[in-house]
């Protein structure tokens, strides 16, 4: 049995921050996990490094579930984003070591492989319309089968999604967060208008999709789901916050456009009631802030029972780590439904060598042992941690909303 005898954190910034935990055993063996946090990295490294990483030392790295309860229920304090994301990092460095041990991909030891790859959808963001379809249509021909599409709104400065002029679309931008001015109203109108030019430019064969960010209230995302019907995107996502799950009943009542919310959820209990009323056909929750591999497979298996399928958050603040456990996890899971995939720079994947690979629009996690993926140490070293949070949106009266 390969034992733990250390833990460490590996904090870098190649672009933007992630922050890695790697499990070390006596027979040499090494796992990694993601722990990153967009905006609050630093919390999640002390509750490992200060709480977590002592109670490792000397535990049998196979155990992974009794690891996994020991975390959650020894803590006394449930849930919540923090220890989640820690918990979960815990979690993919086991998984990494008994695939590793094993000599299998982790997916084999999940169920072997339910499909020949995972669907993927990638991001098309334009300041103005135009903008957003002509890059639709450029990742139309790269291959990619479903495209998220984002555009500016007239009248406001920026908006969610939409990276500045020339630039690559990051959203922790700013070492004190930065402010963006958000009206409802003028967001509704620019919306169907892009669909519209999308299904003209585009036609049927692709899936298009949307991320509201949670920035409309229960009816307007139901106007929203309406609005979009004659265009058949594959979901709206985060239309409402979800705090009040009872809400999305009322988005439901008036629309049959698709529900994705969850990427802010961090346990099963988060999306019960959503799931179990089936008020959502997709659930968000990923890897990373789900608890690990071990939690996100409770929830499919809840979600399954629901006919509610998978669509796992994938935005570039995971990092390759989490995108290796996500594509394991989306090749076996029986309600697999769609993988996001925000490609990350160059510097990132330098940091992270990796086997997974996109295909004709579909990504596969390969067939290294274990998740696939290392972590070039010294790359590493060579981008300190760089404080950056992500921005607030106010309305144009200047009340705090949601971003
Ligand atoms: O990728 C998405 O759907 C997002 O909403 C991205 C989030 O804004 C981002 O991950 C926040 O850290
Ligand atoms: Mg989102």
Redesign the pocket.
């Known amino acids: 049995m390969p034992k733990i005898i250390a833990a460490r954190l590996i904090v870098t910034s190649p672009g933007r921050n992630f922050v890695t935990l790697k499990i070390e055993c006596d027979d040499g063996t090494t796992g990694l996990g993601d722990a990153t946090l967009n905006g609050r990295e630093l919390a999640v490294a002390s509750y490992l490094q200060d709480h977590v990483i002592p109670c490792l030392i000397g535990r049998d790295a196979h155990r992974i579930e009794d690891i996994w309860q020991y975390l959650y229920k020894g803590a006394y304090w449930r849930r919540g984003p923090v220890t989640m994301t820690a918990i979960a990092a815990v979690d993919m460095a086991l998984w990494d070591i008994k695939g590793k041990v094993a000599g299998l991909p982790i997916y084999q030891l999940l169920g072997g492989a339910a499909r020949e790859g995972c669907l993927v959808y990638c991001h098309a963001n334009g300041t103005i319309i135009e903008d957003t379809i002509e890059t639709a249509i450029r990742h139309r021909d790269e291959g990619y089968r479903a495209i998220r599409l984002q555009c500016g709104v007239p009248g406001l400065a920026s908006t969610y999604g939409v990276a500045k002029a020339g630039q690559r679309y990051e959203p922790a931008d700013a070492d004190l967060p930065s402010e963006s001015v958000w009206s409802t109203e003028k967001y509704l109108r620019v919306v169907p208008e892009l669909f519209a030019a999308a299904r003209e430019a585009l036609g049927w064969d692709v899936h298009l999709l949307h991320?509201v960010?949670h920035r409309l209230t229960p009816i307007e995302a139901a106007r929203l789901g309406k609005d979009l019907e004659p265009y058949r995107p594959f979901w709206i996502?985060?239309a409402t916050p979800a705090e009040n799950q009872d809400s999305f009943r009322l988005i439901r009542q008036h629309s049959t456009t698709p529900i994705a919310v969850g990427?802010v959820f961090n346990s099963i209990w988060d999306a019960k009631h959503l799931i179990e009323n089936q008020l959502i056909d997709y659930i968000?929750a990923t890897v990373v802030h789900a608890g690990g591999l071990t939690h996100l497979r409770r929830i499919a298996a809840l979600a399954d029972l629901y006919q509610v399928r998978t669509g796992c958050?994938g935005?570039t603040d995971l990092s390759p780590v989490t995108m290796a456990a996500a594509l394991h996890f989306g090749l076996s899971v029986p309600n697999f439904g769609i993988q996001e995939h925000m490609p990350h720079t160059e510097e990132t994947d330098a940091v992270f060598p990796h086997h997974y690979r996109f295909e004709d629009g579909m990504m596969h996690p390969g067939d290294a042992p274990g998740l696939g993926v290392s972590i070039d140490e010294e790359r590493a070293a060579a981008h300190p941690y760089k404080r950056a949070y992500l921005p607030v949106n106010r309305l144009e009266d200047g009340t705090l909303w949601s971003w």
């Open positions: 991320d960010h996502e985060d990427e968000r958050h935005a």
